[in-house]
């Protein structure tokens, strides 16, 4: 709740990389767990190098398998032949294994959050006393 109350007016490129990457995980997750990831996807289409920099910053921190599943959702939702909800089916599948993957690893993706916020610790206290 730190990061989100602290940067929710906030510009992406103006968020610290850390707290950035948390909140994007833990809401792309969440959305997987609430109601289905293609919704993650489709409220960020707008901010389409938000998805770039998430999955950039995964596969160099050595998460391959995670950027590789991260990316497979990321498609042009905010195009306009697609604003009737019209996405073509086989994104929707995609978004459904991305879903089971996501729920397969729920506690790698909590590990993983926890190790970002330890690897960070001094950077994360900053913030909080800010």
Not at 1 to 21: E, G, S
Not at 35 to 55: I, L, N, R, T
Not at 82 to 96: G, I, V
Request: hydrophobic letters at 40%; glycine letters at 4%; charged letters at 30%.
């Amino acid at each position: 709740m730190l990061f989100f109350n602290k940067f929710r007016h906030t510009l992406v490129v103006d968020i610290p990389v850390i707290a950035f990457m948390y909140m994007e995980i833990n809401n792309w997750h969440g959305m997987s767990v609430r109601c289905g990831v293609w919704q993650y996807y489709e409220s960020g289409a707008f901010e389409k190098e938000k998805f770039e920099w998430v999955w950039s910053f995964l596969r160099t921190n050595g998460e391959m398998e995670m950027a590789d599943v991260y990316a497979h959702g990321i498609h042009d939702y905010a195009n306009e032949r697609y604003q009737k909800y019209d996405y073509p089916e086989e994104w929707l599948d995609e978004a459904e294994e991305i879903d089971e993957w996501i729920k397969a690893n729920e506690e790698y993706i909590y590990k993983w959050m926890y190790d970002l916020i330890l690897e960070h610790k001094n950077e994360v206290v900053k913030l909080g006393e800010k």
